[in-house]
Nanobody, 123 residues
């Protein structure tokens, strides 16, 4: 199975930007749809954005639309989440994950997960 490592998190002021990376080991990265999820303190992991295996289709929740952009570079086995206009409510540990088939908002349907990267947005 593909192993994932998230990076790029950090502390940023409200209105700022971060680009998260999801680096994949192995050679099967392009076979899977990829999702970004986040878990705020005391809350469950929730869906943020997803991209299909080819990168041709993306999906965002209302909270991320217009601010977040998900992308992937299958040749380099990496995916990204560009986050602009960050808000304090975006503070969370962000995870990337893979699933078979098309993407889903259901975290339980993803079978590979990274360790997460912390994003903290100050007000």
């Amino acid at each position: 199975q593909v192993q994932l490592v998230e990076s790029g998190g950090g502390l940023v002021q409200a209105g700022g930007s971060l680009r998260l990376s999801c680096a994949a080991s192995g050679r099967a990265f392009s076979l899977y749809a990829l999702g970004w999820f986040r878990r705020a303190p005391g809350k469950e992991r929730v869906f943020v954005a997803a991209i299909d295996r080819s990168g041709g289709s993306t999906y965002y929740t209302d909270s991320g639309k217009g601010r977040f952009t998900i992308s992937r570079d299958n040749a380099k086995n990496v995916a990204f989440l560009q986050m602009n206009s960050l808000k304090p409510e975006d503070t969370a540990v962000y995870y990337c994950a893979l699933r078979n088939g098309f993407y889903s908002v259901d975290s339980g349907s993803y079978h590979n997960w990274g360790q997460g990267t912390q994003v903290t947005v100050s007000s």
